[in-house]
């Protein structure tokens, strides 16, 4: 028996200088009804009391007040009674008031006849675990909302190219009808209203490649005041009479760096928003600041820009909404009265423009939307084009030419025929870049090639670089509604975006012929 008792001794003096030596776990007995009964120096370290402060004490105080409040501690001491173990994860608080993430796990001592002796409990911290499971989950919902944006993107885009294709085929009908058709006031208003839905339709596919970010942007230096005055009429007569706008810009703002026909489409849309929240009226602002931007802050690089804000004292959005703000198709209005892609695309296009979108909101207050951009400077500044003086050395730009029309649409290929020929041009056409290489490889005279960017097996940029090795006097002009082409190639070639007009193809002839 003495034999067995010094054994039992040497057992738990063994067992109590594990216990000792290990300092990142908390390791403490409590009694059946939880009070701290051994404290060991792992416990001291993670928890911050000595053993003389905590040892009699309730070992409830290392919970949470809203833990305590939902009677979490003792309900973890019955099951672990119950069911011989607990474990569990939650907040705990040191003696200094400071909280980390715990692991906990308690187990039921028993003595031979099953009668509960108390409990044994581990604690450890695994707050920089959490964090890095929480930033992991971040970041694959941020990589998600990536994905997903750049698929929606991608089909977006798609969808607005075959609507530019489309367009241009009505658009280029209908031009071609109203120039041949005596003027009449029975029809004549028909097509009329005719050409500018399909002028509308046009705008709406811009704004949808502005979202998918692949819409040609007309970069210039902008007046946000004058831009902001220019709008007041439009907006003022879209107001209820409870409804009013507010306008507080710097004087001394700097001149910023857009497509002004997209900031205004922007602006107007943020204003509409402002009004449809708040059915019964209230005050729209809009303001302009200038603002520095010292490090990369997200996207944005460091420089001037200018912060231009609509701010309403509509309805405002909850934390969930104000997230899905910005995510395509999501709206909060009723069916019929938003598409759900206002902000994003405005966002597309603030992208694009090298500035960005905020959001805040508060629920009940209002909701201001700011966008940030660029100001100008001599750097990106767009630089002057090279005036170039006629002389009777230069072709004449009107003169007859042979034109070679690619596309693999039949529509817009027709109506872009119809166009050439009635400025007075002889037109050959091709329905692909293998096609259009073999009428070049025929030693047929060809004057200038127009093609389509967007064809299967060979790109316009693609036929461009062909044409150019061969025959690398023939000027070439890609039309696209894409402002980024998969193929370098194609990036210094001259561009006539879709839908385009009678005028707009002539204007691009005229300056590919007498550039140098």
């Known amino acids: 028996m003495a034999d067995r008792r010094l054994a039992q001794l040497e057992t738990g003096d063994r067992l109590r200088l594990l216990i000792n030596a290990i300092t990142d776990h908390a390791i403490y007995m409590l009694d059946p009804d939880g009070f701290v009964v051994s404290w060991n120096p792992g416990a001291e370290r993670l928890k911050g009391y000595a053993a003389d402060e905590i040892i009699g004490h309730h070992f409830s105080q290392f919970y949470a007040l809203e833990d305590r409040e939902a009677g979490d501690p003792g309900r973890g001491l019955e099951n672990a009674a119950r069911e011989g173990r607990f474990e569990k994860e939650g907040w705990r608080v040191r003696k200094d008031g400071s909280r980390f993430w715990a692991s906990v796990v308690i187990d039921a001592i028993v003595d031979d006849d099953g009668s509960l002796l108390g409990f044994a409990k581990i604690t450890r911290d695994i707050s920089e675990k959490r964090n890095a499971q929480i930033e992991l989950a971040q970041a694959r919902e941020e990589l ?171 309805e405002g959005m909850d934390e969930e909404t104000l997230i899905r703000a910005t995510t395509p198709f999501f709206t909060t209005k009723g069916i019929g009265k938003g598409t759900g892609l206002g902000l994003s695309m405005v966002q597309g296009f603030m992208e694009q423009s090298g500035g960005a979108l905020r959001l805040s909101s508060i629920p ?62 002889t037109v050959i056409e091709a329905y692909n870049g293998e096609e259009a290489l073999a009428v070049i490889e025929s030693g047929r005279a060809i004057d200038l090639i127009i093609t389509d960017h967007s064809m ?56 590919v012929l007498v550039q140098p």
Do not use: W
């Not at 007041?232 to 306008?247: D, G, H, I, P, Q």
């Not at 201001?368 to 050395?393: G, K």
């Open 144 to 314: 998600f909302q990536a994905q997903k944006m750049e698929a929606i993107g991608q089909l977006t885009g798609g969808i607005a190219h075959d609507f530019n294709n489309l367009l241009m085929a009505v658009l280029g009908s209908l031009e071609m009808l109203q120039k041949r058709m005596p003027p009449d006031p029975q029809f004549t208003p028909l097509l009329t209203n005719a050409i500018r839905g399909a002028e509308r339709g046009a705008a709406l596919t811009q704004r949808l490649l502005a979202f998918s970010r692949r819409q040609e942007l007309e970069v210039q230096s902008i007046d946000i005041r004058l831009l902001v005055d220019d709008m007041l009429e439009l907006v003022r007569r879209s107001l209820t009479a409870n409804t009013t706008v507010e306008v507080d810009c710097d004087a001394d703002l700097p001149h910023v760096m857009g497509d002004a026909n997209q900031l205004d489409t922007a602006l107007l849309n943020l204003v509409v928003n402002a009004r449809d929240a708040m059915p019964k009226g209230g005050t729209i602002r809009i303001g302009a600041r200038m603002c520095e931007i010292a490090t990369q802050n997200g996207t944005l690089k460091p420089g001037r820009y200018v912060k231009l804000s609509v701010a309403d004292d509509g």
């Open 364 to 425: 009940g207050a209002g909701t201001t939307v700011t966008l940030i951009l660029p100001a100008a400077s001599e750097s990106n500044l767009p630089q002057p084009e090279e005036t170039v003086t006629m002389t009777p050395q230069q072709p004449d730009a009107d003169r007859p030419l042979t034109v070679l029309a690619v596309d693999d649409d039949a529509l817009v290929l027709m109506n872009t025929t119809l166009m050439l020929e009635d400025l007075g041009h």
């Open 456 to 511: 299967p097996k060979m790109t316009g940029a693609e036929l461009a670089s062909r044409v150019r090795d061969s025959h690398p006097q023939t000027p070439v002009v890609l039309a696209t509604g894409y402002a980024e082409l998969p193929s370098g190639d194609g990036s210094q070639l001259p561009r006539l975006p879709k839908p385009f007009s009678q005028n707009q193809l002539r204007d691009i002839i005229r300056t």
